[in-house]
């Protein structure tokens, strides 16, 4: 099983790479169902991973 920190720094780095190489994200501007998906994933990670955290007071 993968840790918080491990799943957000592969789910950033796949939605980085898909925004490079895909060509409606990256020459149309607009944002193609697979990369809404992959945004979706990142962004679950990243609340997954700040709810691991203590919180400082």
């Known amino acids: 099983m993968t ?3 491990d799943a957000l720094q592969e789910t ?3 939605y980085e790479e898909h925004a490079r ?3 409606q994200c990256h ?4 944002r193609c169902a697979v990369s809404k998906l ?3 994933a990142y ?3 990243r ?3 700040a709810r ?3 919180a400082v007071h």
């Open 3 to 5: 840790s918080p920190e």
């Open 12 to 14: 950033r780095a796949a």
């Open 21 to 23: 190489t895909c060509r």
């Open 27 to 30: 020459y149309d501007g607009a």
């Open 38 to 40: 992959l945004l979706r």
């Open 43 to 45: 962004n679950n990670a």
């Open 47 to 49: 609340r997954a991973q």
């Open 52 to 54: 691991t955290r203590p």
